[in-house]
């Protein structure tokens, strides 16, 4: 198979800039130069067997990612599989780990682990665990939807006149309503128009977002309730 120095090269920046690391301080731990470090993340040229095993180590991840191979592009064949296979991110997966793992990165330092895998288990069995999901889904759609309308208008009209509307908008002139107020141009008087709109919607959706939020409350405690019935 013939391996690409420009993604392998990639991957090592991805992974070195992941873990906050300088090209100066990742070859420090495998005992080479920042330098050759950059030569490596510009492709030139592919590191050697020993060196990409030492990264392997470093990283954490199989040799198979860190030379581009498909199967672990999320850094292992076990995490990219089930990555695909359940829609997850691998910030996902590795907290997941954490509450399952047996090591010391994991919660209680993999000690209690069977507890933490009954409580996870019990949690994600829960028919109330669903309901729980959804009505986190009916709050998601409450706060883009929010955030999204004086978005959607400064799209609309670029940011520039957004701002310059906007700027007017807050002032202490009511263009819309004061007779005597200086007349301003009709693209501006539009966006603010819309401005105004958005505000109202945005009122609306504040208490969309309160009811929301005191739903999620209830159907919390009816997940504690399930998990935990009192006697």
């Known amino acids: 198979m013939k391996y690409n120095a420009e993604v392998i090269g990639n991957i090592i920046k991805k992974e070195r800039e992941k873990r906050d690391l300088s ?24 590191p050697p067997i020993d060196i990409l095993f030492k990264l392997c180590e470093i990283f954490d991840c199989e040799l198979g990612y860190l030379l581009g191979e498909h199967s672990y592009s999320e850094g292992t064949q076990l995490q990219t ?8 991110s691998t910030a996902s997966i590795d907290t997941i780990t954490k509450i399952t793992g047996s090591d010391r990165s994991s919660l ?33 759609d409450c706060v883009n939807n929010k955030n999204n309308l004086f978005n959607s208008v400064e799209e609309k009209y670029g940011k520039s006149r957004f701002e ?31 401005i105004s709109r958005a ?20 159907v919390f405690q009816d997940l504690i309730t399930e998990l935990y019935p009192r006697k």
């Open 23 to 46: 090209q100066k301080q990742l070859g420090a731990k495998i005992g080479i130069t920042g330098k050759q470090i950059s030569n490596y993340e510009h492709g030139t040229p592919i």
């Open 81 to 88: 599989a089930m990555c695909e296979a359940l829609n997850l």
């Open 108 to 140: 209680s330092f993999g000690y209690e682990s069977e507890k933490y895998i009954r409580i996870f288990n019990n949690l994600l069995s829960s028919s109330t665990f669903l309901y729980f999901i959804e009505s986190i889904g009916v709050l998601d």
């Open 164 to 194: 310059e509307a906007f700027t007017i908008y807050c002032g202490h002139i009511d263009y819309e309503h004061d007779p005597h107020a200086p007349k301003l141009p009709s693209d501006i008087s539009e966006i603010i128009r819309e």
């Open 199 to 218: 505000e109202d919607q945005s009122y609306n959706l504040s208490y969309s977002i309160k009811v929301a939020k005191y739903e999620l409350q209830e």
